[in-house]
């Protein structure tokens, strides 16, 4: 039994801002500030920089406003109430309906829906269940969070669960509001995240209709650090902490984790090519994580041997910015259709954790 990718899909929040948009709201909040007598000093922010030192050009979100708003710095996502969609489930079921559309099956035919996201809305009932109901899907549905390696950590939870017969058909969806957990008033990080939903359908190959990409292997790794963190979660009120710190929001000491994550995901990558017996040159594409362009340039030199064409390593970052979970499954959404059965590729997340997943497929 194999699982195949039948349906991928992107939800893009409409609404966009620019690096220029980004600085100067930024840097009209370091003036305010630092006319208060903020010390040390807030230095401004620098469009060239954020583009030079990630290759981001502007990010999509759920509200630009809040974001722009230099007395805010935040997004403005009103609450609902709990007889109305919750945010995450309807930007999930944007995406999985244009997934199902591509696998071309009904949502009533899915017997597992997979949220894994890097952040998730509430504590319970799970987003997934919520998805599972505004769709009309079968069988269950669970929350997951691996931080930016949900995605490809979803997909081995799902197609193990085909490959084992316990289910034909699963969505793993990946609703990311960065936006949401994002220190916007840190200028080191301030132009790293965007949000965006990701959707992909796995069919069982006895099932599946619409061709797509046979999952031929996943590989899955973690090991700890705190080099990416973010300390909010249900235990705040009991350490009778109720003020917004600022290690409530995404941390990083972004020059370490830039050092590490190069020999460990081209490690990782390597031995699981290797232990495939798939050469380099018979990768005709490669999905990465959508952090920063020269991280992705130099893992695609590594796992390629040479410098990758743009076509066979294409990046999304510049439109979308990092949008965790979610960069690498819209980089193969949007930059797979050409190729050809038999054509392999290998798609491959790698986030806070740490956490490394990699996901070998050849189109059929
Ligand atoms: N405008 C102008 N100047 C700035 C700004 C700004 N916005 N921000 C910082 N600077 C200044 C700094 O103050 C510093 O000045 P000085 O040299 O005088 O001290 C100078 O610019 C350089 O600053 P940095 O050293 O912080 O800048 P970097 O070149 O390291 O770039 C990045 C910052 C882009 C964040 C970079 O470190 C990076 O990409 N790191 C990788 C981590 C990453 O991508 N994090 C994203 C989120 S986490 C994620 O998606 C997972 C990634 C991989 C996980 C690993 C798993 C195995």
Not at 28 to 48: L, T
Not at 214 to 223: H, K, V
């Amino acid at each position: 039994m194999a699982a195949i990718i039948t349906g991928s899909g992107v939800y893009t929040p409409s609404q966009v801002i620019t690096n220029d948009e980004l600085v100067a709201a930024f840097n009209a909040y370091a003036d305010r500030r630092n006319a208060e007598g903020a010390e040390p000093p807030i230095p401004h922010s620098s469009a060239d920089f954020i583009r030079s030192a990630s290759g981001i050009e502007q990010r999509h979100v759920l509200d630009k406003t809040g974001v722009l708003d230099s007395a805010r710095m935040f997004p403005s996502l009103p609450g609902r109430s709990d007889e109305q969609p919750g945010y995450m489930a309807e930007m999930a079921v944007e995406a999985c309906t244009d997934a199902l559309a591509m696998a071309g099956i009904e949502a009533g035919q899915i017997d597992a829906v997979i949220c894994a996201a890097s952040n998730h809305e509430r504590a319970y009932p799970a987003i997934a269940i919520e998805i599972q109901q505004l769709l009309g899907t079968g069988g269950f549905g669970f929350d997951m969070n691996v931080a930016c390696s949900s995605a490809t950590f979803g997909i081995q939870a799902a197609a193990d669960m085909i490959r084992s017969g316990s289910i034909k058909r699963a969505i793993v969806t990946c609703p990311e509001i960065c936006s949401a957990h994002l220190e916007w008033r840190d200028r080191d990080c301030h132009f790293i995240f965007g949000d965006v939903c990701t959707a992909l359908v796995l069919e069982d190959e006895s099932v599946a209709k619409a061709g797509g990409f046979r999952i031929d292997s996943t590989r899955c790794a973690t090991q700890f650090s705190n080099n990416i963190r973010n300390n909010d979660g249900f235990l705040r009120r009991t350490h009778d902490q109720m003020e917004d710190r600022r290690d409530m929001q995404f941390m990083q000491n972004g020059r370490k984790v830039f050092k590490e994550v190069l020999p460990m995901v081209s490690a990782h990558i390597g031995s699981h090519m290797a232990d495939e017996g798939i050469a380099a040159d018979a990768l005709k594409r490669l999905w990465l994580h959508q952090a920063n362009k020269a991280m992705n340039d130099f893992i695609g030199r590594k796992v390629l041997g040479r410098v990758p064409e743009p076509a066979e390593q294409p990046n999304i970052l510049q439109d979308y910015a990092n949008t965790s979970s979610a960069g690498s499954i819209i980089a193969f959404a949007k930059h797979s259709a050409d190729l050809v059965p038999g054509d392999r590729g290998l798609i491959c997340s790698f986030g806070a954790g740490y956490s490394v997943g990699s996901v070998v497929v050849t189109r059929v």
